[in-house]
Nanobody, 126 residues
């Protein structure tokens, strides 16, 4: 059974930074692409970023390009999301997710993901 556990959320002022982590277990981490999604209050869950199984390909939502960086450490079975220049509109619960297929290349839609973490709350104050 795949388990994903997010951490690193918290309260930060606008312009600040946070680094989220997602620890994975239950399968060979290094063969699976990973993604981050977020859900703001009253809004639908949306794609934030993804990283390929080997880490060579990354993708970002337009709203976070240039501010967020996704990375992974396959030796630690962990994927990270470095968030800089945070804005109040980044306030959301952030989820780690993955598809059941190894070497998955997308698409990164909510309903394409098979496994989800419970999320970590990021609050950005103005």
């Amino acid at each position: 059974q795949v388990q994903l556990v997010e951490s690193g959320g918290g309260l930060v002022q606008a312009g600040g930074s946070l680094r989220l982590s997602c620890a994975a277990s239950g399968r060979t981490f290094s063969t699976y692409a990973m993604g981050w999604f977020r859900q703001a209050p009253g809004k639908e869950r949306e794609f934030v970023s993804s990283i390929s199984w080997g880490g060579s390909r990354t993708d970002y939502a337009d709203s976070v390009k240039g501010r967020f960086t996704i990375s992974r450490d396959n030796a630690k079975n962990t994927v990270y999301l470095q968030m800089n220049s945070l804005k109040p509109e980044d306030t959301a619960v952030y989820y780690c997710a993955t598809n059941r297929s190894p070497y998955y290349n997308g698409p990164w839609r909510v309903y394409d993901m098979d496994y989800w973490g419970k999320g970590t709350l990021v609050t950005v104050s103005s």
